[in-house]
């Protein structure tokens, strides 16, 4: 696991450090309403992202080891994937426009970003094969491409073009594309896919998808919600603010994330073999680990950052550690997940996920029309400590019941 959480982590910090400088970067070209945009954009794309996808990467990987029939799997989540997609397609070509001004959008930016959320999708089960797989490398590849097409086509447009959030818009669709196209090849290399219109796999999607619906809107209004709520209480220029104070804590995203793609395979392996508290306790080291990080990031970072952002953004550095530690706060519940899904306690894992939901959507509703983005960073934290701690707990007993099995 050392040498892939090496590669993982590399390539990740690579990745994501050239998507981290982009939004500071652009902040010098783009107003603070064009931030907000792009924000926006991304919140729906995190939307329709688990409503089109039904988390199918995740079902692939709690099958991986389990099944015989992956390949085959993996053909019918494409032809699933994109039997939603049409039909997602033709809804945001037919609803009322106000519906999507209620948003800052335009329809242009919803077709996009429906066309992004097939992309990533498909691209979301490829990489999960090759992750599953160990191909490390193949993994970064795939990162390392699209990311620096990503930033390419963003620049490119806005010196040549015009510098409007539609930069950075282009640079997330062709790089989307790119990132399944690239990943797509590399397993198509080494499985066997085969298409066909099975309803076995379509009923175990729907089996464990719809359970992991819910779970997956219930985090996407974590952290998208407060961005909706403060579009309507403060104004687009707010969510700017927000989006850039998100955008400064996203290294410690960076190391959770880049670690969890090597963590779980190894932890499925850990569950496979019932080695249940061993795994827990590598779990309390790897957390250690993140709290370094995120002191490492609140007290050094916002010095560091203020060099590469426009004043305008200002405020975004009071916002930013709340963020930090209301993140760093929720990896406890990331580590854990794979017992979840390991025991198949799926609507566990949602019901924690629609609890959190709710205290982080009354937490806003409630506190940034006192405290202003503050408001929102606050509801943030709590809620993701309340979901680290549910799971915590669920986790314990799902443990000490496996002593009388």
Same mark, same amino acid.
């Given at each position: 696991?050392a040498l892939? =959480?090496?590669v993982?982590?590399?390539?990740?910090l690579?990745?994501s450090?050239?998507?981290?400088?982009? &939004?500071?970067l652009l902040?010098?070209?783009?107003?603070v309403?064009?931030i907000?945009?792009?924000?926006?954009?991304?919140?729906v794309?995190?939307?329709f992202?688990?409503?089109?996808?039904?988390?199918?990467?995740s079902?692939?990987?709690?099958?991986?080891?389990?099944r !015989?029939?992956?390949?085959q799997? +993996?053909?019918s989540?494409?032809i699933f994937s994109?039997?939603i997609?049409?039909?997602?397609f033709?809804?945001?070509?037919?609803?009322?426009? #106000?519906?999507?001004?209620?948003?800052?959008?335009?329809?242009?930016?919803?077709i996009?970003?429906?066309?992004?959320?097939?992309?990533s999708?498909?691209s *979301?089960v490829?990489? =999960?094969v090759?992750?599953?797989?160990?191909?490390?490398v193949?993994w970064?590849?795939? #990162?390392?491409i699209s +990311?620096?097409?990503?930033?390419a086509v963003?620049?490119a447009?806005l010196?040549?073009?015009e510098?409007?959030y539609?930069s950075?818009v282009?640079g997330?669709?062709?790089?989307?594309v790119? $990132?399944?196209?690239?990943?797509?090849?590399f &397993?198509?290399?080494?499985? !066997? +896919?085969?298409? #066909?219109? $099975?309803?076995?796999?379509?009923?175990?999607?729907?089996?464990?998808g719809?359970?992991?619906?819910?779970y *997956?809107?219930c985090?996407w209004?974590?952290?998208?919600?407060d961005?909706v709520?403060?579009?309507?209480?403060?104004?687009?220029?707010?969510v700017?603010i927000?989006v850039?104070?998100?955008?400064?804590?996203?290294?410690?995203?960076l190391v959770?994330v880049?670690?969890?793609?090597?963590?779980?395979p190894?932890?499925?392996?850990?569950?496979n073999?019932?080695?249940?508290w061993?795994l827990l306790r590598?779990?309390?080291? &790897?957390?250690?680990?993140f709290a370094v990080?995120?002191v490492?990031?609140?007290?050094v970072?916002?010095?560091?950052f203020?060099?590469i952002?426009a004043?305008e953004?200002?405020?975004?550095?009071v916002v930013m550690p709340?963020l930090?530690?209301?993140f760093t706060?929720?990896c406890i519940?990331?580590?854990l997940?794979p017992y979840?899904?390991h025991?198949?306690?799926t609507?566990m894992?949602?019901?924690?996920?629609?609890?959190?939901m709710?205290l982080?959507?009354?937490g806003?509703?409630?506190?940034i029309?006192?405290?202003g983005l503050?408001g929102?960073?606050y509801a943030t934290f709590?809620s993701?400590?309340?979901m680290?701690l549910?799971?915590?707990?669920? &986790?314990?007993?799902?443990?000490?019941?496996?002593k009388?099995v």
């Open positions: 696991m892939n =959480a090496g993982y982590f590399s390539f990740g690579v990745t450090l050239i998507n981290f400088f982009v &939004v500071p902040s010098h070209f783009l107003s309403e064009d907000g945009t792009i924000g926006m954009f991304n919140v794309n995190q939307f992202v688990p409503v089109m996808g039904l988390s199918m990467n079902i692939i990987t709690r099958s991986y080891y389990s !015989n029939d992956i390949d799997m +993996i053909g989540s494409q994109l039997l997609f049409c039909g997602v033709l809804f945001v070509t037919t609803i009322p426009a #106000s519906w999507i001004t209620s948003l800052g959008l335009t329809r242009s930016l919803m996009v970003v429906t066309m992004v959320s097939f992309a999708i498909n *979301a490829c990489l =999960a090759l992750q599953l797989e160990k191909m490390a193949n970064g590849i795939v #990162s390392l +990311i620096s097409l990503n930033l963003t620049f447009y010196f040549l073009i510098a409007d539609w950075r282009m997330i669709f062709i790089s989307s790119c $990132s399944f196209s690239l990943s797509f090849f &397993v198509r290399r080494m499985k !066997n +896919i085969s298409y #066909s219109f $099975s309803l076995q796999h379509f009923r175990y999607f729907m089996q464990l719809i359970p992991l619906i819910v *997956a809107l985090g209004a974590l952290t998208a919600v961005r709520l403060i579009k309507n209480i403060m104004g687009m220029q707010a700017g927000f850039m104070a998100s955008t400064l804590a996203m290294p410690m995203q959770v880049s670690f969890l793609r090597a963590w779980t190894h932890a499925y392996v850990r569950l073999e019932h080695k249940y061993l590598e779990s309390g080291y &790897v957390f250690g680990g990080a995120a490492a990031l609140v007290t970072g916002r010095g560091l203020r060099v952002i004043e953004f200002e405020q975004s550095f709340v930090v530690i209301g706060a929720g519940y990331r580590l997940i979840l899904l025991f198949e306690r609507g894992q949602s019901f924690i996920m629609f609890f959190a709710l982080n959507i009354a806003n509703w409630f506190l029309p006192r405290f503050m929102a960073a709590f993701y400590f309340l680290s549910l799971c915590m707990v669920n &986790v314990y007993y799902l443990i000490e019941s496996q009388n």
